[in-house]
Every structure is written in structure tokens, then in C-alpha cells.
T-cell receptor
Framework: DAKTTQPTSMDCAEGRAANLPCNHS???????VYWYRQIHSQGPQYIIH???NNETNEMASLIITEDRKSSTLILPHATLRDTAVYYC??????????????FGQGTILTVHP | DGGITQSPKYLFRKEGQNVTLSCEQN?????MYWYRQDPGQGLRLIYYSQIVNDFQKGDIAEGYSVSREKKESFPLTVTSAQKNPTAFYLC????????????FGPGTRLTVL
């Protein structure tokens, strides 16, 4: 699975959009980009995933560049409850890592009033 | 309510004792996972099971053991061979094969004195 690189930390004002970048320059053609988040002392929570098209759900939007080497998770109207560690993960269902997710250190997003 | 439960939330043990952490899910998921998280770090996979009576080692299996006798249960034993057992332990489950949305339990914080 592709190695992903994320900034260590980011800040965002409440009510504004939070844009969290992720680089995955070695991603393979059939490898998905998954995003999870972990609020302090809780288990991680799935947010969204995509292959090459942009995706949107009730939690967030995922924008994947055309060359698929990077992506951005967008929280359109961040609230204080969105303060968490956000993990960007590359996952290949057909590979030897079937079922396994590799969590890096993620981005600590702090939403402030 | 459907979900995944872990017990206890906090656990204290003396060095040299084995301890078993409980993980139960009523989501009818085939696959279950155990992760370990150290302060300020991402999650690391200990063991996973894709079907009853079968399981595979993850990235840091040494000093741990598991069993999968029932679909809904995947207990983890931290043995005395685990050199640094103090950590936050997270259990997860999901339907496979292609979409890897894992549902996490609330975690067990183990402290070995």
C-alpha cells in the first residue's frame, strides 16, 4: 500500500472550511484513499474513501487530483467537535494487505472558536 | 443497538501476569482486528481474523495471542512475553471484501505496573 504524508498539525476557525491535504505519490492504480479520524481517547471513525473521482457524503468531501498523487479532505463547516487526528490511508483490496489498514501519525486538526 | 464493545475501559495488571481483553460485536461482521496505540502515535495492527477459527499476525504480534471461536467475539491475550504492554488497545470489525470501513470499539487502556 502507498505511503501517505500528512502535515503534523493544522488549525481552523469554527464555521470555516477545513482542508486537510495528503500526499500519496506512490499510489497504485487500484488503490483507494481512505480517511478516518480519531477524537481523543476514542476509537477511529471512518469518514470517506475514493479511488479517482471526487466523493462527498454527509461528513466531508474528498478531492483527488487527476494524477492521484495527492488528495484533500474538506470539512465544509468545521465545528469544535471536529477537533481530532485525521488519518489518510492508502488501501488495496486486491493486494497482500487485504483487509489491513496502515495508520500513520495523521494530522492533528484543532478547531478554535 | 448494533455496535462493537470492549471491556473493561481501564485495566491494571502487575508485570508478569497475562491479561485478556474482551471484544464483542453484534454487527454480523466477518472480519475483526486488534490494534495497539501508544501516546502520540498511530495505530499498529496486532492480529486480525477474516473468518471464524482463522486469524493472522499483524505487524506487532509478538507477545500477544488471540482466538476466534465465535463470529462475534475476538479476545486478545497480552502475555508476559510482551515487553511493553502498557498501551491503548482498540478492536475493530468490518464486512469484507472490498470496502474497508472498519468500526471501532471504545478501546481498553491497559497499564502494567
Amino acid at each position: 500500500d502507498a505511503k501517505t504524508t500528512q502535515p503534523t498539525s493544522m488549525d481552523c476557525a469554527e464555521g470555516r472550511a477545513a482542508n486537510l491535504p495528503c500526499n500519496h505519490s506512490t499510489i497504485s492504480g487500484n488503490e483507494y484513499v481512505y480517511w478516518y479520524r480519531q477524537i481523543h481517547s476514542q476509537g477511529p471513525q471512518y469518514i470517506i474513501h475514493g479511488l479517482k473521482n471526487n466523493e462527498t457524503n454527509e461528513m466531508a468531501s474528498l478531492i483527488i487530483t487527476e494524477d492521484r498523487k495527492s488528495s484533500t479532505l474538506i470539512l465544509p463547516h468545521a465545528t469544535l467537535r471536529d477537533t481530532a487526528v485525521y488519518y489518510c490511508i492508502g488501501y488495496n483490496a486486491g493486494g497482500t494487505s487485504y483487509g489491513k489498514l496502515t495508520f500513520g501519525q495523521g494530522t492533528i486538526l484543532t478547531v478554535h472558536p | 443497538d448494533g455496535g462493537i464493545t470492549q471491556s473493561p475501559k481501564y485495566l491494571f495488571r502487575k508485570e508478569g501476569q497475562n491479561v485478556t481483553l474482551s471484544c464483542e460485536q453484534n454487527l454480523n461482521h466477518d472480519a475483526m482486528y486488534w490494534y495497539r496505540q501508544d501516546p502520540g502515535q498511530g495505530l499498529r495492527l496486532i492480529y486480525y481474523s477474516q473468518i471464524v477459527n482463522d486469524f493472522q499476525k499483524g505487524d506487532i504480534a509478538e507477545g500477544y495471542s488471540v482466538s476466534r471461536e465465535k463470529k462475534e467475539s475476538f479476545p486478545l491475550t497480552v502475555t508476559s512475553a510482551q515487553k511493553n504492554p502498557t498501551a491503548f488497545y482498540l478492536c475493530a470489525s468490518n464486512h469484507l471484501p472490498e470496502h474497508n470501513e472498519q468500526f471501532f470499539g471504545p478501546g481498553t487502556r491497559l497499564t502494567v505496573l
